[in-house]
């Protein structure tokens, strides 16, 4: 597995996005991908029982586990908007799919942006004749930007790897920066790659890089409506489909995983509000769901994040968290790190905290906790919680 130093998009795949003015007028907003084959497609969804209608569409195509277009749209969420919410994303599925040739079960459609707001359907659908005529006269990058709403860059990032001699690409862009909390993250993910891959072994493999990447981030500890994650494998490497007992499948799943983990970094990176990038490990737990719990209590934190935000080494605030995670611990043999500083041994304060003050300034932090108590650890990914954050949230609509 490679990082590549200049992003490099999939073989087969081809990239549109226009205005249609969606939210407000002066942006692409409208976005298309397509493959010039049937694909293998896996996605997870998100667990709130608010599910968008794009979401449940979604949902029920992936079954089949094939598919070769995805459509979709910033600006406006198609969530809780009733039965003509759902008739309004059927539509664009089938003007898409009529657009490109293709049979309506193979279309994929994703939204993101205002909850409860109706779909400007006399917007959208004067659009998508431009866009699906347009297909290759954009990049996978500018369908990263088409897709922002409150986020500050595009997330975009790309590996390849050897597969029977060859070199195949995985290739991801995705969104987020607000409403984030795991089960999954809030976001919107696409991720593509040239590699043949079987169906269910796609599936798997995108399922277990979501648990630790996308699903172990958090912002504010809110979830939406409408994320997706979706991959498509279209196999134009021409290699013999992967399967778990293939040769080089544990090679893709580490480039998979380093992807989707780089992926989730720059939504935390891009924080509504946020000045910092905060790591939290939780190591030597009893069990990993252990370690899962505490660290996620530790990100969610609010108190954690402000204290991060205001430069205060504050470690019983990540030690109030842990304790009341439900994770099995001991406090007294409990150890805690401000990057390599140790603030905390077997409990108590350790007289480390003008050091680990120092540690905090930066932009990135780690902060890990040492429970002392097995082999399991975890990872969260959070950020601290500023004013600009309440500015944003309040102004989301205006």
């Given amino acids: 597995m490679k990082?590549?130093?200049?992003?490099?998009?999939?073989?087969?795949?081809?990239f549109s996005v226009t205005e249609a003015a969606i939210k407000k007028p002066g942006?692409?907003?409208?976005?298309?991908i397509f493959s010039e084959v049937e694909a293998s497609v896996a996605g997870t969804f998100t667990t709130n029982a608010v599910k968008a209608a794009p979401v449940q569409l979604c949902a029920q195509k992936i079954k089949a586990g094939w598919?070769?277009?995805?459509?979709?749209?910033?600006?406006?969420?198609?969530?809780?908007?009733?039965?003509?919410?759902?008739?309004d994303a059927k539509n664009m599925v089938a003007k898409v799919s009529?657009?490109?040739?293709?049979?309506?079960?193979?279309?994929?459609?994703?939204?993101?942006?205002?909850?409860?707001?109706?779909?400007?359907?006399?917007?959208?659908?004067?659009?998508?004749?431009p866009l699906a005529g347009g297909l290759g006269n954009s990049s996978f990058d500018g369908v990263a930007k088409a897709i922002m709403t409150t986020d500050t860059f595009p997330k975009i990032a790309s590996r390849t790897v050897r597969i029977g001699g060859k070199q195949g690409v995985i290739a991801g862009i995705c969104k987020g920066a607000g409403m984030i909390a795991p089960n999954m993250a809030t976001m919107l993910c696409f991720i593509l790659t040239d590699i043949a891959v079987e169906k269910k072994t796609l599936q798997a493999a995108l399922r277990s890089s979501v648990k630790k990447s996308f699903n172990r981030i958090t912002i504010d500890g809110d979830m939406s409506t409408n994320d997706t994650a979706l991959m498509m494998a279209n196999g134009i490497l021409g290699n013999e489909p992967l399967t778990k007992n293939s040769a080089e499948f544990s090679s893709f799943q580490?480039?998979?995983d380093d992807l989707a983990y780089e992926l989730s970094r720059l939504i935390v990176k891009d924080g509504e509000g946020a000045t910092k990038l905060v790591e939290v490990i939780v190591k030597n737990a009893w069990n990993e769901e252990d370690a899962e719990k505490?660290?996620?209590?530790?990100?969610?934190?609010?108190l954690v994040k402000t204290a991060i935000y205001g430069n205060d080494a504050n470690w019983g605030r990540i030690?109030?968290?842990?304790?009341?995670?439900?994770?099995?611990?001991?406090?007294?043999?409990?150890?805690?790190?401000?990057?390599?500083?140790?603030?905390?041994r077997k409990g108590v304060m350790n007289n480390k905290d003008k050091e680990a003050t120092e540690e905090i300034k930066g932009k990135e932090l780690?902060?890990?906790?040492?429970?002392?108590?097995?082999?399991?650890?975890?990872?969260?990914?959070?950020?601290?919680?500023?004013?600009?954050?309440?500015?944003?949230?309040?102004?989301?609509?205006?």
Avoid at 27 to 32: G, I, P, S, T, Y
Avoid at 77 to 85: D, E, I, K, M, V
Avoid at 116 to 127: F, K, S, Y
């Fill in 27 to 32: 942006r692409k907003d409208f976005a298309l």
């Fill in 67 to 87: 598919g070769q277009a995805i459509v979709v749209n910033s600006g406006n969420a198609n969530a809780c908007t009733g039965r003509q919410g759902m008739t």
């Fill in 319 to 344: 030690m109030a968290a842990a304790g009341y995670s439900r994770a099995r611990f001991d406090p007294e043999k409990t150890d805690i790190f401000f990057n390599k500083v140790r603030v905390v």
């Fill in 98 to 129: 009529g657009h490109l040739g293709i049979s309506t079960s193979l279309t994929y459609i994703c939204s993101t942006g205002v909850i409860g707001t109706p779909m400007p359907m006399q917007r959208i659908i004067p659009a998508i004749g």
């Fill in 366 to 398: 780690k902060i890990t906790v040492d429970m002392h108590a097995g082999k399991a650890s975890a990872k969260v990914l959070t950020c601290d919680l500023t004013e600009d954050y309440i500015r944003i949230n309040a102004e989301y609509r205006t």
């Fill in 294 to 302: 505490a660290a996620l209590a530790i990100a969610n934190s609010s």
């Fill in 3 to 14: 990082k590549s130093p200049v992003m490099k998009t999939p073989k087969g795949f081809f």
């Fill in 254 to 256: 580490e480039a998979l």
